[in-house]
């Protein structure tokens, strides 16, 4: 996460909710409950159903890649795991950066994007920041492309979002102009794995913040929208251009002994605070996929 400061007392509504304070008892109920709200999200939990569930979410941390040129090959493969037929991840050059983009076509040329960036701060592995939003949105595509959908959906690994959001900006700056009408909506998912998920306030638009707190509550997670200060994420780049987005992430307290440090490690990730965002996420692109174009500009 890109020049990340959070002050404590903004931190602290969110800090009793961290769910490495839960009891395993309490957050059994918590994913329980989450699985029963929505029809969508009834599914039977066996490997293969339609919904992942945090045992598979786990198995994609047991082996992170930890030097920068393995990751963009490990994302490919992720996504090849996750059903993407060979070829169909194409690597975008713009300005120097390079995305990896996996296109779902839709009914219409309306789109969605779904993204998180691949780069690390290049101490650790970078795991909670942030290869568990590379997870998830492996996940997310899992299930999306098996289920009927009327918008095209981009699913998008974001580079060089350390070193001023270069993936997300060149991305957007690349979109021709009679065309951004018809981007309807940016989730951005950036670190997960240390808490419920919440939403950053001031990387975010006014009514993606809405949508994600309505679909938390028919989740039944805990669901905040925090300030940020001196920060940026990817989203803020669709926003600049008009394209309604959202930042979801999921830090505690502690995530600054973490987050740009050797400690940045797959133990640190909590796999049913990543399977949380992810089924908040998914929850979000059913609604607008379902909705107006124009809905939540």
């Not at 060149?170 to 021709?176: G, R």
């Not at 920060?231 to 309604?244: G, L, M, R, W």
């Not at 002994?257 to 089924?279: F, W």
Request: proline share 5%; hydrophobic share 45%.
């Amino acid at each position: 996460m890109e020049g990340l400061v959070l002050t404590s007392e903004k931190m602290r509504p969110h800090n009793q909710f961290q769910i490495s304070g839960l009891s395993i008892v309490r957050f059994l109920i918590v994913c329980v409950t989450s699985i029963l709200a929505l029809p969508l999200l009834a599914a039977a939990q066996e490997p293969d159903s339609l919904i992942s569930t945090v045992d598979t979410i786990r198995e994609d941390f047991a082996n992170v890649p930890c030097r920068s040129k393995e990751r963009q090959n490990a994302v490919r493969e992720l996504l090849a795991k996750m059903g993407a037929p060979l070829g169909a991840v194409a690597l975008e050059r713009l300005s120097g950066v390079e995305n990896l983009v996996l296109r779902q076509p839709g009914e219409t040329t309306d789109t969605i994007v779904i993204g998180a960036h691949y780069d690390f701060a290049e101490l650790g592995c970078g795991v909670v920041d942030n290869w568990t939003g590379i997870v998830t949105v492996a996940h997310l595509y899992r299930t999306i492309h098996q289920l009927p959908f009327t918008k095209t959906v981009l699913f998008v690994a974001f580079g060089k979002e350390e070193v001023g959001l270069l993936g997300s900006k060149a991305m957007v700056k690349a979109i021709p102009k009679d065309e951004v009408s018809h981007y309807c909506a940016m989730i951005n998912i950036d670190s997960f794995g240390l808490a419920y998920p919440f939403a950053l306030r001031n990387a975010s638009s006014p009514n993606m913040m809405t949508l994600a707190e309505e679909m938390a509550a028919s989740l039944k997670i805990p669901f905040y929208t925090v300030p940020i200060n001196s920060a940026d994420a990817d989203s803020s780049s669709f926003v600049a251009k008009n394209i309604p987005a959202v930042t979801l992430s999921g830090l505690s307290a502690n995530w600054r002994s973490i987050l740009h440090t050797r400690d940045d490690q797959a133990s640190k990730v909590n796999p049913g605070s990543v399977y949380l965002g992810y089924r908040l996420a998914l929850a979000m692109w059913n609604k607008i996929d379902k909705a107006p174009c124009e809905a939540y500009r």
